[in-house]
C-alpha cells in the first residue's frame, strides 16, 4: 500500500491546516458582513455541462468519471471515447453556481450575492503552484446588470485581502469588449478574436515581438497582426487610445465608471489600474475582467470578471452575473513561507497527568485553564524532558500538571 497522496495532491499538517481555517474563516466573515450567503454544490457535474461550459483550456483538464456497469459495457462496444463518461469533477465553482441558479432561481433573493468556498478538480501536470485538488474562495453576484456589482465585488475581495494581511497590491482591470473591438477594427475576424486575446494577454511576457511572432505562426492574417504590432510598440496602453482605437469610445463607458468608483473606495489603501493586456482565460467572460496582483509574488492572488452568458445555457434567457474569486491555495502558500502567526490565537498548553489522577478532575482542571489557552490532555511520559521537548517541536507554548497551579512555559525564540 502506498503512503503518498496521489501527485498534484497533498495531505495537510496541523499548524497548516490551522492556518488555512483561520484565512477561511477571515474571508468567509468578511464576505458575511457584505451580505453574501454561503451556498454548496455536488462536486460532480454532468458532462454535457461540463462541455459547453466555455472553460477554456480548463475543458482539456476534466477529470472524467467513467460510466458503471452494463452502460459501461455498451459504451465500450460502441468504440465511442465520448460515449464512456457521462459526469465529471468541476473544474471551476462558475458553472455549478450557474446551473445551481438555475435550478433554483425562484427561492434566491434578487440580486443574488453567494459566496463559495469548495474544492475543485484539474488534470494538471503536477508542478510548484499546479494541483489537481484545490480550494477556490469565490463571491458571485447574479441578477445585476450594472457596473455597480462589480464594484462592490472588487471592494469587499480587496477588504478580505487586507483582513488577512496583504497590503501592497493592484487590483488589475480590463473589458474585454473594448479588446476584442480594438482586434476586430484591426482586422482579425470575429471568430478569431479568443485566440487572439490568448496571445494578446501574454504582452507582459513576451512583448510586441513574441505577440506579432505568435499571431503570424498562428496564420492570422500579417495586414491585422502588423496593426497590432504598430499600435503596441507605441507603447500608449491609455483607456481613451484603446477606446479610440476599438471605433465606439463609448464602449468603455463601463470600464472607467468602474475604475472611478474603486479608486474612490481604495482610499489609497490599495492600488486600482487598468490593464489592457488582461484577458482572463476562460471563455465564458463577456465584459469587465479583474486580477489582483502583488509586485513581490509572481501571478496573481485573486481573478474573475462578467459572464452574463452562462446562466442563460440553462435557463434559454440571458441572467447577468459577475464573479471574483481569491486564489486560496497560493494565498495561504505565500503567508505560510512569511512565517504567518495567527493574531490572538490563544496559547497552545499540554495538560499532563500520571497514572493515579482521577480523569474527571483533570478534564475539569483543562476546561478551566481554557479560559485562557488551548489545552490537550496527555499522559505524562516516563521520559518528562523528552516529551516536553517534543511538546514545543510541535507548536505548544508550555505545560501544566494535573492537581498543580505551576505551568512550565517553554523558552521563546528571540
Known sequence: MKIQPLKGMRDLLPHEQALRDHIQGEILATYRAAGFQRISTPILEDM????KSDGGDNLNLIFKVLKRGD???AALQSGDEKALSDMGLRYDLTLPLSRYYAANRDKLPAPFKVIQTDRVYRAERPQKGRLREFVQCDIDILGDASPNAEVELVDVTARALLHIGFTDFTVNMNDRRIL?????????????????????????????????AELLEKG???GAADKLDEFLRQGDFSLERVANACGDPSLADGLRYLLRQSEAVAAGRYKVA?????????????????EVSCPQFAGAVAGGGRYDHMVGKFLGQQVPA??????FERVCGIL??????????????????????????V????????????????????????QLAALEAAGYQGAAFAGKSEIKHFAKAE
Not at 48 to 51: I, K, S
Request: hydrophobic fraction near 45%; charged fraction near 20%.
Open 71 to 73: 452502460k459501461l459495457e
Open 220 to 222: 492570422f492574417p500579417a
Open 274 to 290: 487598468y490593464c489592457p493586456s488582461l484577458v482572463r482565460g476562460q471563455g465564458y467572460y463577456t465584459g469587465m475582467v479583474f
Open 322 to 327: 459577475v464573479g471574483f474569486s481569491i486564489g
Open 336 to 361: 505560510l513561507e512569511q512565517g504567518y502567526h495567527i493574531p490572538g490565537a490563544k496559547e497552545a498548553l499540554a495538560l499532563l497527568y500520571g497514572p493515579e489522577a482521577d480523569f474527571a478532575a
Open 48 to 51: 454535457e455541462n461540463l462541455d
Open 180 to 212: 476584442r473591438a480594438m482586434l476586430a477594427a484591426m482586422g482579425f475576424a470575429a471568430d478569431s478574436l479568443d485566440s487572439v486575446c490568448v496571445s494578446f494577454d501574454k504582452l507582459d511576457k513576451i512583448g510586441p515581438a513574441g505577440i506579432h
Open 363 to 386: 478534564l475539569t482542571q483543562a476546561e478551566a485553564l481554557r479560559e485562557t489557552y488551548n489545552v490537550t490532555v496527555l499522559a505524562q511520559a516516563k521520559k518528562l524532558g523528552k
